[in-house]
């Protein structure tokens, strides 16, 4: 589906499918001007997703020989089909960081990393391995590619028009906004969602990711915005309102494991886990999809990384695994 979401500049939104997968669609948007054009963000690579994009992409009439393609982080679902764009020889724009996990994942630096990170926090070797044919493994762009990097406060001139790229590590450490001063237009990528929670990780090299992601709403909670558009579902005219709800939702989750880890302590990670409060539509623990449990895990332990680095929780090894206590 096409949508037409703003005048001079002109900005259309192609939903691109999602299939079997929770986000349901990537929002890729496309921005026309005279002479260029820019697309952010691709789809899975993934035949259904590269149908819908390059049918909308044809539909609109974008030409690949005069558009750029700016990539706001490297989750697949969002640089899948960056491939299609290089082989066409369009510049590429990301930020270093992302584009580095990006390289390093292609061979499984990044994801073996957190496998063994996973069992020491005593997730089982079985559902580690039930989740090697994860869509963000399966649907990864398979090209090596070169990009012009971009860093925080840069401005870049894309279809014949001025952004400012706004650096919120987070999500994921490289992810960049996009923003159009003048139209107070803001591409939130999946730094702010309006429908779901951003998911927070662990990563290699990046120390305590949700207090970065945290630092990442406040730095443009005061940002004027009259058009929020997002990486999934649906966008908004506003961002405080929402920047607040998302804070008070990582505060009740840091709440909630301080409460189970008080009544049950020495637990591991992947005990506290299940204790936590999901919306995976009525499904309990054991009825989570392989994927889904793997991100339940992740986002647990973002959380707990944050209550050791703030001296809320106690960590100690026994016997090659981590468990936790009130510190
Ligand atoms: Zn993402
Ligand atoms: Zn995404």
């Given at each position: 589906m096409i949508q037409q979401?703003?005048?001079?500049?002109d900005i259309y939104q192609i939903e691109v499918d999602l299939p079997?997968?929770?986000?349901k669609y990537l929002n890729s948007y496309v921005v026309k001007g005279k002479m260029h054009n820019l697309v952010i963000d691709t789809g899975f690579n993934r035949p259904e997703c590269q149908k819908a994009l390059f049918d909308g992409l044809q539909e609109l009439d974008?030409?690949?020989?005069c558009t750029d393609l700016f990539l706001t982080h490297l989750h697949a679902d969002h640089t899948g089909l960056v491939g299609a764009f290089a082989t066409a020889g369009c510049p590429i724009y990301m930020h270093g960081i992302d584009y580095t996990y990006l390289k390093d994942s292609a061979d499984g630096t990044t994801w073996r990393f957190t496998e063994q990170n996973f069992m020491r926090e005593g997730m089982p070797a079985a559902d580690i391995e039930k989740?090697?044919?994860n869509q963000a493994r399966k649907y990864s762009p398979q090209i090596n590619f070169s990009v012009k990097t971009v860093s925080d406060g840069d401005m870049v001139r894309l279809a014949d028009t001025d952004f400012h790229v706004i650096h919120t590590p987070g999500?994921?450490?490289?992810l960049c906004c996009l923003y159009l001063p003048k139209q107070e237009i803001f591409f939130t990528s999946d730094h702010i969602l309006f429908d779901i929670t951003p998911n927070i990780q662990i990563w290699s090299?990046?120390?305590d990711a949700l207090e970065q992601y945290l630092q990442s709403l406040d730095k443009v909670y005061q940002l004027p915005v009259q058009l929020a558009l997002p990486g999934h579902r649906k966008g908004n005219i506003s961002i405080a309102g929402r920047i607040d709800e998302i804070k008070e939702h990582h505060r009740n989750r840091l709440q909630e494991i301080l409460d189970i880890v008080k009544t049950q302590?020495?637990?591991t990670a992947f005990e506290i886990a299940p204790h936590l409060t999901w919306?995976?539509?009525?499904?309990?623990w054991n009825e989570f999809p392989p994927t889904q449990k793997w991100f339940a895990m992740g986002e647990t332990l973002a959380h707990i990384e944050y209550l050791v680095h703030h001296g809320r929780l106690a960590k100690e090894e026994r016997n090659g695994v981590f468990l936790y206590a009130l510190a």
């Open positions: 979401l703003f005048h001079n500049p079997d997968n929770p986000l974008v030409d690949l020989q989740q090697f044919s999500h994921t450490k490289g090299n990046m120390r302590p020495h637990m919306s995976m539509r009525g499904k309990k």
